[in-house]
């Protein structure tokens, strides 16, 4: 291989390919290696230009050296005076610079040793003017030397822009000038030069270079590590980001940038750096406003005022809401609602003002700022209805809690302070206590935690004021050393309902002295204890110790002993964890329980994975129960066990009392899956009920099925075969869903579904359920509901496809509309929809709902085959019809063709079809009746009964 | 005449004549490097397991030990370094600018204990990224391929892929095209082709649950599948269970690649995992459109979906099988296809690799 890097350029070429630029300021340890990492490319044609920003160590003195060791490769240069920053030194670089391409390193970073190769071979097979490569920080001084790539997501794959405007997101993100390769021709012809007497010129030279380059290529190779020193006494530029000079030099930069983009006419990519703007630098530095001086916050303002005025007000739309209302509170220096909001920018999930609800909407604040400007403006960054606040109980609310008065002597700390009260959550009768809470914030050594009551609690309307004193001296014992940072939180009790709370401190110098404490350890580990605020802003309490401890302990630690020590907590910790694996479980599951006898008449019942009590399973068990027979009732729940029969036993999903149970019963039912891993004996009914006829292809009829190799495949297929019995409701089901599972015949129970026996009898009936009443519903409204199949887009919130509010004001006056979202998909709707749309995604069981419902909309979900038992009409919203079912896993059948109800692709014709439920009885009663046949033959409202009569007869009671 | 000067080229593989796509690719790479005037060398590690039929070769062959090598140990470290030491005394025999070309990562544990200091080394993956990883050769590729001068890859997206994993030296050469029939398929009769070993890799599982779909929209088209291997009765059996006996034809193996092909209007592919097709680019080549799976960058680089051929999402047998039947029923878009796959296809023509191979030895001496 060539590993020469001695070898001189290719006689012929006496043009190198190649130029790095390495600049210096009194770095001289640095720089020899800065240099020879451009030496050792595996590209030989490179040479290096080093230029000197008058350093006043010897940096020129080792550039001089470097030059006259190779002659040929490299060259100094010394600037006649100190510039102060990165341009100059570059710019006289581009000067002296002979290759084809130019590259700059800086004197304490490298250059990956196949750089320079891939950016020619990149620049020349695209011919680009700009080629850049992805860049890593590596943090020098952490113990592994942590790695942290630079913006990866715009270097997964190599690709090639004609214009920037292809992926503003690399002028917005990538501001280095470092990482990249440019035609030296092309900084020459354009012009294009760092500025000089001024920070943070990358970001207006990359700017330009973006903007003027007439082809960029991205490379995913890495090209530059980017040397992190973090604990240098002296911080580079981009970290003293607490001196307000720097901000305006920033700031300054972007005006420049913003100058850039408009004289090119690249509006779009204004947008975009708008929108990082509010996202990213702007929260940089908010996040430190709490830890500032009133001085340091208006100079801030100031600086930023004019600025976040030239920013497009739609920009505000494409960031999250507690960003838009941080900008526009700091844009009218509103500091009194700006640091309370701060503080959910920090910790995002914290509800920091007490909101109010006017207009059927929910906002952050009013003060003036929702009618304040005319235009609206004001009131729709204010708005947070879709964060669903309205709709969390107390205990789900992380509330602020900001401490007012702190003070100690002898020993004990007096603490005041005010919890936020959003929406009025805590009503004004409330019955109110509360304890505070002192815990080592080491996570393995909360063994023990120290609590004081919180002596008064006054509900003041927008807050609740609380006061508590602790005798820290007395009441707090730490270990001493191991646990020295202690945290603080404050639960607060309303009307037995508990909710937790960190308390913030909310000016600087707020909570300052020390105070005694007597370690268990031994004295000499410490005496004292002084407050702190952590980086997130809450109060927390550090042991202060002896030097001579200090020193003591990283011996202890780092030495011998603490090796030992650490390597036994590990393997102690790795065996606890060994002990309680899913695969100890497994074994545990066929080793020991699967040899105790099986139970006769112990039957365990799950319903989606135990998420609920529902479904066929349930049905099943009521039957049993109402006809009184006697067994052993099992009920599996995962998460809470709140909905769940008090006449079954409960146990949880994969606890032990689960697996034993399931090992030795006699019958197990359930309408998805147990665990895959758990074998069924051969003397335990398995009684698979499912949970619905299929549209989507299912099972081996799926893509991600078919291409697991023929070995998973008889895996999947051994635990398919444990099912003894597998319901059905119509031939359909064979043809799909017992085809797709490679059933065999006999284990087909053409019964129908127990869970549907509630519907074959609602169809008779003309009264309303008393589920009507409990939801509020009144008489004269008729109910639809809408349950839309399962989206499962990762983590984004499900929006519901129309405008609900709509929905509302066309048709509030004659329907009530019930939401059911997956599980998964969680809906948000706005209080001025309340009692006319309601969410019930959280009912366990989705058949008294589709009972109690005049009429459903749906899309693809299965419900469809269920509700049409019922006789009542049926809206298929499919307004991403093609996309589901092309781009998805595909379909069993062409629901357009066979639909029993209209296929409305928009909310305009969902509103035109729903004007009268009437006429859709009328007009689709044919098709209705079809469809009932084609996919639920077998649902004649006895299949409980049927399957309590085959299986379970005999344990009726004598 | 060929403005690039004439070079000392080394093949180094598992074995010389070992039956597989790899040989065929070194040895048609040979032969167009000889006839550049190159003076070629194809090395193996070990005699192979099972042979392939070269017939007269126009340059030199050898290979390294004698019988399989020794088991990894202290013994077959020594005879590795023995066996190196040839490599290196065969590598200072060769003139300056010498290229020694590694094709598969286990020949590169000889190679990396030779001395290649004034040597190129470029060292290849002929498989998808993907597959390297199903295979258990990833960590092995990481390792060995770390210092190279060159990773080829089969393609930019695999290059890209690897470069991801911290191996800088990734770039990508796509294999050339085997043959070039005078006379393209004149697209009349009603058949698909499709051609591979029965193995569960190529997924004539698949492509028989996709006819099961297509068959019956299309009375009289027949489905042909060449090759043979262990998954035969398996799937004989699956085709009649699902009632196709009539209108799929079982071929076996067949020598006649290129008579196979014209005979067909349609080339299937179903594959769960490929690296650069051979038969699709043959299949091209004699004017079929084809329709894959797309389950590999290699497909998707050489079937231009739309243009020349039709993808569908790996595993989605009714997609595929829509596909199919866009092909069956419209045969001024199988002409339209077929014509632009023959005509695109062009680029991967021996002429343009060996060009581009060329150059990448005068670019890896820069």
Redesign the interface.
Same mark, same amino acid.
């Given at each position: 291989?060539?590993?020469?890097p001695s070898r001189p350029p290719?006689a012929t070429?006496a043009v190198p390919?190649v130029t790095v630029v390495v600049i210096v300021y009194n770095d001289e340890s640095r720089l020899p290696t800065a240099v020879q990492s451009v030496l050792a490319q595996?590209?030989? *044609?490179v040479e290096v230009v080093i230029v000197d920003d008058r350093s006043t160590d010897g940096s020129y003195e080792v550039a001089r050296r470097l030059a006259a060791e190779h002659p040929e490769r490299v060259r100094a240069y010394r600037l006649p005076e100190n510039s102060g920053g990165c341009g100059a030194p570059r710019n006289h670089g581009i000067e002296q610079a002979r290759g084809t391409y130019v590259v700059f390193l800086d004197s304490d970073d490298v250059l990956?040793?196949?750089?320079c190769r891939?950016l020619?071979?990149a620049a020349e097979t695209t011919g680009a003017d700009l080629v850049s490569g992805l860049c890593v920080r590596v943090h020098v001084d952490s113990r592994s030397r942590k790695e942290v790539k630079w913006y990866p997501w715009l270097y997964?794959?190599?690709r090639t822009l004609e214009s920037i405007a292809e992926l503003p997101d690399l002028l917005v993100f990538d501001t280095l000038s470092t990482n990249k390769c440019y035609r030296r021709q092309f900084l020459l012809d354009r012009d294009l030069r760092f500025p000089v007497g001024i920070h943070y010129e990358d970001l207006l030279f990359s700017a330009q270079a973006y903007a003027a380059a007439r082809r960029i290529t991205l490379?995913?190779?890495?090209v530059y590590d980017w040397n992190v020193v973090e604990k240098a006494a002296t911080k580079s530029i981009s970290n003293r980001r607490d001196e307000i000079a720097n901000f305006a030099q920033r700031m300054e930069i972007h005006r420049r940038v913003d100058q850039l983009l408009a004289e090119q006419g690249l509006l779009e990519l204004k947008f975009h750096k708008d929108v990082k703007f509010l996202k990213h630098d702007l929260v940089l530095h908010l996040r430190d406003l709490p830890f500032r001086d009133a001085a340091y916050r208006h100079e801030f303002a100031a600086l930023t005022r004019d600025y976040l005025d030239s920013i497009d007000h739609a920009a505000f739309d494409e960031v999250e809401p507690i960003h838009a209302i941080c900008a526009h509170l700091l844009r009218g220096s509103d500091w009194d609602h700006l640091l309370p909001a701060v503080d959910t920018l920090t910790n995002r999930d914290k509800i920091s003002s007490p909101l109010l609800e006017r207009d059927g909407r929910i906002y952050w604040c009013d003060a003036g700022h929702l009618d304040g400007d005319g235009d609206g403006f004001g009131r729709q960054v204010m708005d947070v209805t879709e964060l669903g606040y309205h709709t969390k109980p107390v205990e789900k609310m992380f509330l602020r809690n900001a401490l007012t008065g702190y003070a100690e002597a002898a020993g004990t700390v007096r603490l005041a302070g005010r919890i936020t009260n959003p929406l009025g959550v805590v009503p004004p009768g409330a019955l109110l206590s509360g304890e505070l809470e002192f815990y080592a914030r080491r996570k393995s050594l909360r063994l023990q935690t120290f609590r004081f009551p919180v002596a008064t609690l006054r509900h003041e309307g927008e807050t609740i004021a609380w006061e508590a004193s602790a005798d820290l001296a007395r009441g707090l014992r730490p270990l001493g050393i191991v646990d020295a940072v202690w945290d603080v939180r404050l639960h607060l009790d309303v009307d037995g309902t508990r909710t937790t709370t960190r308390l913030t401190a909310s000016e600087p110098g707020l909570a300052t002295g020390q105070l005694p404490v007597r370690p268990r350890l031994t004295r000499l580990a410490a005496h004292h204890i002084e407050p702190e605020i952590s980086a997130r802003g809450h109060l927390c309490f550090r042991l202060v110790s002896h030097e001579q401890v200090d020193a003591f302990v990283a011996r202890g630690v780092q030495g011998p002993p603490g090796r030992l020590a650490k390597s036994g907590y590990r393997k102690a910790k790795a065996v606890r964890k060994k002990l309680t694996s899913g695969d100890t479980k497994i074994r545990l599951y066929h080793e020991v329980f699967s040899r105790l006898p099986v139970k006769k008449r112990l039957v365990v019942f799950e319903s989606h994975l135990g998420r609920q009590y529902s479904d066929s399973p349930r049905a099943i068990y009521e039957e049993m129960r109402r006809q009184g027979l006697e067994f052993e009732a099992v009920w599996s729940y995962s998460g809470s066990p709140v909905g769940f029969p008090s006449d079954a036993t409960l146990v949880r999903r994969w606890s032990l009392p689960y697996l034993q149970a399931l090992a030795r019963a006699e019958f197990w039912i359930d309408n998805q899956s147990y665990p895959l891993k758990l074998t069924k004996r051969p003397r335990t009914t398995y009684i698979q009920t499912w949970h619905g006829s299929a549209l989507k292809?299912m099972g081996f009829d799926?893509?991600?099925w078919?291409?697991k190799?023929?070995r998973r495949q008889e895996e999947q297929q051994r635990t398919l075969d444990r099912f003894d019995r597998f319901l059905i409701r119509s031939e359909h089901d064979v043809r799909t869903l017992a085809r797709a599972f490679r059933l065999k015949e006999k284990t087909l129970l053409r019964v129908g579904y127990p869970r549907n026996d509630a519907l074959v009898r609602a169809r008779q009936s003309t009264e309303r359920p008393p589920l009507a009443a409990e939801l509020g519903i009144p008489e004269d409204r008729r109910v639809l509901l809408y349950a839309p199949t399962f989206r499962g887009r990762g983590q984004r919130r499900f929006e519901l496809p129309f405008d609900v509010e709509r929905f509302a004001d066309t048709f509030g006056d004659r329907y009530v509309l019930l939401v059911r979202s997956h599980y998964l998909d969680h809906v948000v709707l706005p209080p001025s929809v309340r009692g006319r749309v309601i969410d019930v995604s959280t009912h366990h069981d989705v058949t008294p709902l589709l009972a109690l419902a005049d009429g459903l909309i749906t899309d693809y979900s299965s419900v469809m085959f269920d509700y049409a038992l019922l006789d009542r009409p049926m809206f298929f919203f499919a307004y991403d019809y093609e996309e589901y079912v092309?781009?998805g896993? *595909?379909t069993y059948f062409d629901l357009l063709e066979r639909a029993p109800g209209p296929v409305v692709r928009t909310e305009d014709e969902l509103h035109a079809v729903l004007g009268s439920l009437e006429k859709q009885v009328v007009k689709y009663a044919a098709a209705r009746e079809r469809f009932v046949a084609d996919f639920g033959e077998y649902d004649k409202g006895d299949a409980a009964r049927s399957v309590v009569e085959q299986f379970f007869s005999q344990w009726r009671r004598a | 005449m060929s403005g690039y000067p004439e070079r000392d080229v080394f093949f180094v593989s598992n074995s010389v004549n070992e039956l597989g796509g790899v040989t065929s690719w070194s040895h048609q790479m040979a032969r167009l490097f000889t006839g550049r005037g190159h003076r070629v060398h194809v090395v193996g590690i070990a005699p192979a397991e099972v042979e392939q039929e070269l017939g007269e070769l126009p340059y030199r062959t050898k290979t390294l030990h004698s019988g399989r090598p020794p088991r990894p140990g202290r013994a077959r470290r020594a005879s590795m370094r023995e066996q190196a030491a040839r490599l290196t005394a065969l590598f200072r025999a060769a003139r300056p600018g010498a290229v020694v070309i590694v094709t598969q990562v286990w020949a590169m544990e000889w190679v990396e204990l030779a001395d290649t200091r004034s040597l190129t080394v470029i060292g290849m993956s002929h498989e998808s990224y993907a597959y390297s990883k199903a295979a258990g050769r990833f960590r092995r590729v990481l390792k060995h391929y770390r210092d190279v001068d060159r990773l080829l890859t089969l393609t930019r997206e695999d290059a890209d892929l690897w470069i991801g994993e911290g191996l800088n030296n990734a770039s990508y050469m796509p294999n050339p095209l085997p043959f070039m029939p005078d006379v393209p398929s004149p697209r009349t009769a009603n058949v698909v082709v499709s051609m591979g070993r029965l193995h569960d890799q190529k997924g004539i599982d698949m492509l028989l649950d996709t006819w099961s779909e297509v068959a019956p929209h299309h009375p009289g088209w027949t489905l042909r599948i060449y090759g043979s291997g262990e998954d035969e009765e398996l799937l004989k059996k699956q085709c009649t269970a699902l009632g196709l006996d009539n209108s799929v034809e079982w071929m076996g193996s067949t020598g006649a690649v290129a008579s196979a092909l014209r005979g067909g209007s349609v080339f299937v592919q179903s594959s769960r995992g490929e690296g650069f097709p051979l038969a699709l680019m043959e299949a091209m080549a004699t004017g079929l459109p084809c329709v894959a799976f797309d389950c590999a960058p290699g497909v998707r680089e050489i079937v231009r979906d739309g243009e020349d051929g039709l993808l569908a999402a790996l595993g989605n047998t009714g997609e595929l099988a829509r596909r199919l039947g866009t092909l069956m029923s419209d045969k001024e878009l199988r002409d339209r296809m077929g014509a632009a796959a023959r005509a695109n296809i062009q680029r991967y023509g021996t002429d343009e690799v060996v060009r581009r191979w060329e150059e990448l030895f005068a670019f890896l001496e820069r």
């Open positions: 291989m060539n590993v020469d290719d070429a390919d595996t590209l030989r *044609g990956e040793r196949n750089a891939n020619l071979e997964e794959r190599t490379i995913p190779n890495r292809r799926e893509p991600e078919k291409l190799s023929r092309y781009e896993r *595909g | -």
